[in-house]
């Protein structure tokens, strides 16, 4: 089928307007969170429901058309980057709630409904949904789940793959998957599980089935400063030791505390090497017992502590961590963010060895992350008008992320491979695991036209690196640029 | 050669003989699945493949081999004031990591403290190419590459071997009490969907003749209000949530044929005679459901020796197609008998 009989047959199942093709029309789809790599795409599509879905990827599948689904754009690991030749199926249109079900603790909903959207319908029945990544009020919710996103309360209350019942999949054979539901439990393989976190390879989510939780009815928010990034590290695994979950525990060193108080003086404390901050939820008198025990941990360990148990003490408390990120750009034209998961023993090792790291590569690095769940978010200020300052920032992020694995950890914890992280991904795992994982994709995709390119590298990418799974020592090529 | 490269040899064998495996943990399950019909079907343990290989409490998480008896784990966790979140049953006192893991059963605090499924974190597998394989790892967020532990788990055996997963503990509360009220099944419906609403520190439900009992779990500081919050006082057997787990209340040993309903949160059920756990999404009647509402899933149980042998319903068609599809993709030339599949 030529091209056009394509695009003609795409105009004829969508809505008006459902189509984008005009070269300057596409530009805002060319990137997504990860605005360092850009494509153009051959044709977005815009559908308003499950049929038109459907339809998009029969015509696409006639006419051997691969297919990058999208949701709000945020991923930050180039997940839903375009492809020139390809279809970009952005799902923002479809952001309905079929149905909030009280009794069950349920909504169903579509898959473009923004992650706050959902908390925000149910919040007149006191219940939430818990995941909350940072993006929250823009991300969407089958974003969510092909990213298995987590948020700052996954502590406690899990990431996505925790909190998602039920999902409904098209594929691009043309099937319809009808998986899970409220809550019931199936033995067998459970193709779930499959789907979470599976960044758009096996695909389409058209619709999710999310739990729902009764609004904690009190919280508490503790922020403990410290002298040293080892002692803050420290303390965080003291309080679980404590046998306490706290619903969030967040650390920010003092780069970040700095950029966070000159934008949003939140009142934090200029001179510590670092915060924690830990939020409390739960019966009002559990709250007050856990509260004084980690206010004793964070103490014990030399750490200042101030403590909030008012609703506007603590989001006061909380507006620097919120504002990090924007924060960042105030105080270097770019940053690269990254995502590596270590057990909590080694916060204070890695986080010293990433110091170390930076000055080698003459670069600054503010940390600002999930303490509690052990999952850093370095972020490498760089210039990209500086020449050559792109390939630093990018070779360190290699170092930083071997340096995670090494440590028994991983490259991503939430905000998943992409285009990204597909050199780290060589160093993870070993060339039959990765082969594993490319049959597995072709169990839900033979022809290979789901978000091709993406998530798990080729065998001969990972061989031309020069050699893979180096499990205790660094990247082999670091000068190798990565993309 | 170590337990490990012992069971790969054995898998990488059987392909080339084109012999099947049945793998078995403690051989435990009160199930008999179709192998016994089959002829060239060995038997594969993960019995000797035991040990715990990495536990640090402050971690929150448990490494072990597949092996392991589920009693060494939860006392390793309990001596360190943590428990097993998923509290997987164990038939006759026994059963193992890997066997709980393929069977992908929880326990009594699966809609509180999460299911098997949310607990694993990460496993070793000999996949049907006889390759050994890591997935997942020990921390708690990890996106890279499929989920493929968790898609293990529920698997009966047909993606593969485990040799050994990584599972997320939790500290065990600081106290825990087994209330009890008489009532109707209609009545404990109705209270129990209520409190799933509210914020309550309830980690278990079970309604059997009569009696429903509630465990609340937490400091004593939450305890005592709650017990006032519901409305329910009376002094319970906190012997029951173990009983219920392992199949061993006397509700199990009166009938021979026994049904398990998996029930949509929410939905009401008010049968007097059955057993309703986990906040009335589980449910347990004698014989066979004589006609199923829409989206309960049920599993019956015929005694059978000192054993159970079960029949499930089909998997939806579309499904089916593509459970089999990763079952091939796991293990192309089909060694591992498939249990997983009917
Ligand atoms: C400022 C900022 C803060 C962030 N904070 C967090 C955080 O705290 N925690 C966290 O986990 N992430 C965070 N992220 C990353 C990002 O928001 C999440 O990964 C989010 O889930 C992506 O959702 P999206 O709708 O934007 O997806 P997109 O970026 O549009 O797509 C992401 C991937 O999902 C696939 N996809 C999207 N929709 C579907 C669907 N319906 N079916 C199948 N595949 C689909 C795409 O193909 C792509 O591979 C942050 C991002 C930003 C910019």
């Known amino acids: 089928m030529s091209d056009t009989g394509v695009l003609d047959r795409l105009r004829a199942a969508l809505p008006a307007q459902g189509l984008i093709t005009d070269r300057q029309a596409v530009r805002p789809f060319e990137t997504d969170g990860l605005t360092a790599i850009r494509e153009r795409p051959w044709a977005v599509a815009l559908p308003e429901t499950v049929d038109q879905v459907r339809a998009v990827l029969r015509i696409c599948r006639e006419g051997e058309v691969p297919v990058v689904t999208r949701g709000a754009g945020t991923g930050l690991s180039g997940g839903a980057r375009p492809l020139k030749d390809g279809v970009l199926l952005t799902l923002t249109k479809m952001r309905g709630i079929k149905e909030i079900d009280v009794d069950a603790c349920t909504a169903t909903v579509e898959p473009g409904i923004t992650n706050l959207a959902i908390s925000q319908a149910v919040a007149e029945h006191g219940l939430f949904y818990a995941p909350d990544p940072s993006s929250q009020i823009a991300c969407s919710i089958g974003g969510n789940v092909a990213e298995n996103s987590g948020g700052v309360h996954c502590l406690k209350y899990g990431l996505t793959v925790h909190n998602v019942l039920g999902l409904r999949v098209e594929t691009y054979e043309g099937d319809e998957l009808v998986l899970g539901g409220k809550g019931v439990d199936v033995l067998g393989v459970d193709l779930l599980y499959a789907i979470i976190g599976s960044e758009g390879m096996l695909g389409v989510v058209t619709e999710v089935t999310v739990k729902l939780l009764p609004l904690p009815v009190c919280k508490h928010v503790l922020l403990g400063a410290f002298d040293t990034v080892e002692t803050a590290g420290d303390a965080v695994g003291a309080i679980i030791a404590e046998g306490i979950v706290p619903a969030g525990l967040e650390m920010m060193d003092n780069p970040a505390i700095r950029a966070a108080e000159d934008f949003a003086n939140a009142g934090y404390p200029r001179d510590a090497a670092a915060i924690l901050l830990c939020e409390l939820d739960g019966t009002e008198a559990q709250v007050a017992t856990d509260a004084l025990r980690v206010r004793e941990v964070l103490e014990s360990r030399g750490a200042e502590v101030t403590s909030a148990a008012d609703a506007a003490t603590q989001e006061q408390l909380w507006k620097g961590r919120k504002s990090a990120f924007p924060a960042m750009g105030r105080i270097a034209p770019d940053y690269y963010c990254m995502d590596g998961t270590i057990p909590r023993g080694e916060l204070g090792r890695v986080l010293g060895d990433i110091g170390r790291l930076a000055d080698e590569y003459g670069l600054r690095v503010a940390n600002v992350f999930h303490a509690g769940d052990g999952n850093l978010h370095p972020l490498i200020l760089f210039d990209a008008n500086q020449p050559g300052e792109l390939e630093r920032a990018e070779a360190l992020g290699g170092r930083i992320l071997s340096r995670c694995v090494q440590a028994g950890g991983t490259v991503t914890g939430e905000h998943g491979v992409g285009v990204e992280k597909l050199d780290a991904m060589c160093e993870q795992f070993d060339a039959a695991e990765l082969a594993q994982f490319h049959r597995l994709k072709a169990a839900f995709d033979p022809a290979g036209r789901m978000n091709p390119g993406k998530a798990i590298p080729t065998l001969a990418r990972c061989s031309e690196l020069g050699g893979m799974h180096v499990h205790a020592g660094k990247l082999p090529h670091p000068e190798l640029e990565r993309f | ?342």
Request: charged letters at 25%; one cysteine or more.
């Open chain 2, 1 to 342: 050669m170590d337990s490990a490269e012992e069971l790969v040899a054995m898998v990488a064998d059987c392909r080339v003989a084109e012999r099947r495996i049945a793998i078995m943990g403690h051989g435990s399950k009160p199930r008999r699945v179709a192998w016994g019909h089959e002829t060239g079907v060995e038997e594969l343990s993960t019995r000797a493949h035991s040990g715990i290989l990495e536990y640090r409490p402050e971690e929150l998480v448990i490494t072990a081999q597949s092996g392991t008896p589920l009693a060494e784990l939860a006392d390793a966790v309990a001596a360190q004031g943590q428990l097993l979140p998923f509290d997987p049953p164990r038939f006759g006192g026994e059963g193992t990591l890997g066997g709980a893991i393929a069977s992908g059963l929880s326990g009594p605090a699966r809609p509180w403290r999460g299911s098997i499924h949310d607990a694993v974190l990460g496993v070793e597998l000999i996949n049907g190419l006889g390759e050994r394989l890591r997935f997942g790892g020990s921390v708690m967020k990890n996106v890279a590459g499929y989920d493929v532990s968790r898609l293990v788990v529920g698997s009966l055996g047909s993606l593969g071997v485990v040799l050994s997963a990584s599972v997320r503990v939790l500290p065990a509360p600081a106290a825990e009490e087994t209330v009890c009220t008489r009532c109707s099944a209609s009545e404990a419906d109705v209270r129990v969907r209520c409190w799933a609403r509210r914020p309550l520190p309830i980690t278990g439900t079970c309604y059997v003749d009569g009696t429903l009992s509630i465990r609340l779990s937490g400091g004593p500081a939450a305890i005592e209000p709650a017990k006032v919050d519901i409305a329910v006082d009376e002094s319970g057997d906190a012997g029951i949530w173990e009983a219920v787990r392992d199949r061993a209340h006397p509700f199990f040993g009166r009938n021979d044929v026994i049904t398990r309903l998996s029930l949509p949160r929410g939905a009401r059920f008010d049968d007097d005679d059955a057993l309703i756990e986990w906040g009335g999404t589980q449910a347990w009647i004698a014989g066979e459901p004589r006609s199923l509402a829409a989206n309960v899933y049920a599993e019956t149980f015929r005694r059978d020796g000192d054993g159970w042998t079960t029949s499930r319903p089909p998997v939806d068609g579309t499904v089916a197609k593509y459970v089999e599809r990763v079952r091939h993709a796991f293990d192309p030339d089909g060694v591992f008998v498939g249990a997983g599949s009917g």
